[in-house]
C-alpha cells in the first residue's frame, strides 16, 4: 500500500499558489466551500470529497482547483 503525505498546497493561500485567485483563504477553505456549494451544503459528502482531496498529491490538488475554482 502507497503512502500519501499530507499535501502542503492545500494550507497556502489561493492568491500565493494561483495568480488567477486574489482569495486569502486557504485552499484547503476553498475547497471546503467549493464541495459545500455543489452538493447542497451536504457535511457528510463534502467531508467525503475532502478526504480524496487529501489523498491526492500537490499536483492533483491544483489541477483540480485550476478546473473546478477558476472563474
Known amino acids: 500500500m502507497a503512502v500519501v503525505e499530507k499535501t502542503a498546497l492545500l494550507d497556502e493561500k489561493m492568491n500565493e499558489v494561483f495568480d488567477w485567485s486574489d482569495s486569502k483563504e486557504p485552499v484547503r477553505d476553498a475547497l471546503w466551500n467549493h464541495f459545500m456549494e455543489s452538493n447542497g451544503h451536504n457535511t457528510d459528502e463534502t467531508e467525503a470529497s475532502m478526504k480524496e ?5 500537490d499536483a492533483d490538488v491544483r489541477s483540480y482547483v485550476e478546473d473546478n475554482l477558476k472563474k
Request: hydrophobic share 40%; net charge neutral; aromatic share 0%.
Open 53 to 57: 482531496i487529501d489523498a491526492k498529491s
